[in-house]
Structure formats: C-alpha cells, structure tokens
C-alpha cells in the first residue's frame, strides 16, 4: 500500500515538474505553431508585407496589454482601458480640430497629445481612488467607469466620428521606416521595452510585486499601499490614452468606437503571457509575447478570409490553456 501510494506521489510530482517547465516556454511554442500552421496553408504569410501587417496591427493590443499587465499584477483589473482609448482618442481629436485655426497645426498636436494623456491619467486616477478609497473592487470598480468614459466619449462627438483633422496628422500617424513599421508601432515598442524594465529592475515593479501578493503583509513593510495601487491605475489610464491617440494619428479619425473590442483582447494577452489573475506573478516580456499570438491570430485568419467568428474560439481556448497551465504551475509551488 504505501509503495502504490509511493509511485502516485512520484507520479504527481514528474507531472507537475512536466508542466512547470512548459509553462515557462509553452506561448513561445504557441506563437511558433500558429505561424507554422498559417503558412504551410498559405506561404504569402512569410512575406514582409503580411508581417508588417501584423506588426502595425499590433500596436493597439500591445499597448493595452501593457497597462493591463501593471494592474493585473497587484490582482486587479482595469476593464476600463479600452473606453479610456476610445474617449481620449475622440477627445484629442476634437481638440486639435479646435486649436488648429488658433495656435497651428504643430502646436495644435502638442497641446491635444498632452491633455489627452492627462485625460488618460485622470480617468485611472479616479479608478484607483475607487478602488482603495471606497473599497470597491477593481472589477466593479473599472466596469462602472469603462460605462461612463464609453458614454462620454459619444456624448462629446454626439455619436459621430470627429473627421476633418489636418493631413500632417495622418502623415505622422503612417510614417514608415524601412517601409516596414511605422511610428505608432516604434512608440508602443518603446513603451513596452520601458514597462518591462520598470517592472523588473526598479523598486516599483519590486513593490508592484508585493502589493498583489499580500496587500496586509506590504503595508507592514511600510509600503503605502494606497498609494501605489493608484499611481498603478494612473499609468494604466496613461497608457490607454496613448493608444487611443496614436489611433487617431494613424486613421486621422476620432471615432467613439474605438478600443471596444480590443479590451478583452488585451486582457487575454495577459493572462496568455503568464500573469496570474490573483495577482503576484507575472511580467510584461510574457504579455508582449501574448499579444504577439493574438496580432498574428487576428490577422492570419483575415488572410485565410476564415469567419471572424472562429477567432474568438480559438483565443478562448488558448487563454483557458494558459489558466490551467497557472494553475499547474501554483499547486507545484
């Protein structure tokens, strides 16, 4: 008896050393099966033209992601980010539209760009004072401002796209390099490479660490707990905006709309990247990677013209993949 009982600890033990070894590589064998996959079925996806493509589409689930990601890790969560783009992007929008017979074209873009981050800011300011103040959730929390800021963004555009911003905008917006990427997608790049040192090799990404593993032993510590969970919002909202701006300079538009359905998205690649949803774990390198399987999903699939709707399947089960895997790896630990 205990020799049979011997074998299945032993047994336990070799598979959960089998998962926590694949749980530190299985999304990068994820990302190199999805393009393996899609091109044996159509080699035209090995082409600069589909991979800048993808690269540029990118940019939006990238930067949502990364401000998903500081969040998630204090084991919360902002479901706010993608109306936060949407609203600041119609915002700035119409703002420049404004200034621009006033002060100028050039400076009409700074002094939009700004206030739109500080919108961006201010919005996940109130999310963090919601959440630590008044002791609300953060997914309460953030879906009652997700519905406010979604519902002021079409009440200051009145529903309508913003249109008639100047041509130099949209020339920014799609500026190339190398005819491959163009400079939205450089900025997101540089605000994840950013994100990920901050995280990992300062005594904020430190104390992040420790607040969404315990928030009672952190304050012991003498971490103002408070504090940090809303300067962690802030960014987020920060972040957002960004996104929401950079979309406006890309399509030259300001449209409600925007970021509706890349919330979720972003979220997913999250939690594909290997952080965990209670927080304590995780890091922005595993996010990039995470949206990286998303972007190329999205856009294989459009060039395999598959129904849309098959893409929402497909990213359901890789994100309860990535869970189980979270889970194998903690009952390891």
């Not at 905008?169 to 400079?183: K, Q």
């Not at 510590?221 to 972040?239: E, S, T, W």
């Not at 890309?250 to 927080?279: E, H, Q």
Request: charged letters at 10%; a positive charge; one cysteine or more.
């Amino acid at each position: 008896m205990n020799n049979k009982r011997k074998e299945i600890q032993n047994l336990n033990f070799k598979w959960g050393v089998i998962f926590e070894r694949v749980g530190k590589f299985w999304t990068f064998g994820v990302l190199f099966l999805i393009v393996a996959i899609f091109a044996i079925i159509e080699p035209k996806m090995l082409s600069v033209l589909y991979w800048s493509s993808t690269i540029n589409y990118l940019t939006e689930i990238l930067l949502l992601a990364m401000a998903e990601t500081f969040v998630i890790i204090t084991a919360g969560i902002d479901l706010s980010v993608g109306a936060v783009e949407g609203a600041v992007g119609v915002a700035t929008a119409m703002i420049i539209k404004s200034l621009v017979p006033i002060v100028g074209v050039t400076n009409a873009l700074i002094i939009g760009t700004i206030l739109g981050l500080a919108m961006g800011a201010i919005v996940g300011m109130i999310n963090g004072v919601i959440v630590t103040k008044l002791k609300i959730t953060p997914m309460i929390a953030t879906l009652g401002t997700m519905s406010m800021v979604k519902g002021l963004g079409f009440v200051l555009c009145g529903g309508v796209d913003v249109v008639g911003l100047p041509l130099e905008m949209g020339r920014l917006g799609n500026l190339e390099f190398f005819h491959f990427i163009s400079l939205p997608t450089l900025i997101a790049i540089a605000v994840a490479i950013i994100c990920v040192i901050t995280i990992t090799k300062t005594k904020f990404g430190i104390y992040t660490y420790s607040v969404g593993s315990n928030m009672e032993a952190s304050r012991r510590m003498g971490i103002k707990v408070d504090r940090h969970l809303i300067i962690v919002y802030m960014i987020a909202g920060l972040i957002s905006a960004l996104a929401g701006i950079l979309m406006v300079f890309r399509f030259n538009i300001g449209s409600p709309v925007t970021g509706m359905n890349v919330n979720l998205n972003a979220i997913a690649a999250v939690v594909i990247g290997g952080t965990s949803p209670l927080g304590g774990t995780g890091s922005h390198a595993g996010s990039i990677i995470g949206a990286g399987i998303i972007a190329i999903l999205v856009t294989g699939m459009v060039m395999l013209s598959i129904n849309p709707y098959w893409q929402y399947i497909a990213l359901g089960a890789i994100v309860v993949a990535a869970v189980f895997i979270d889970q194998i790896k903690d009952q390891r630990k």
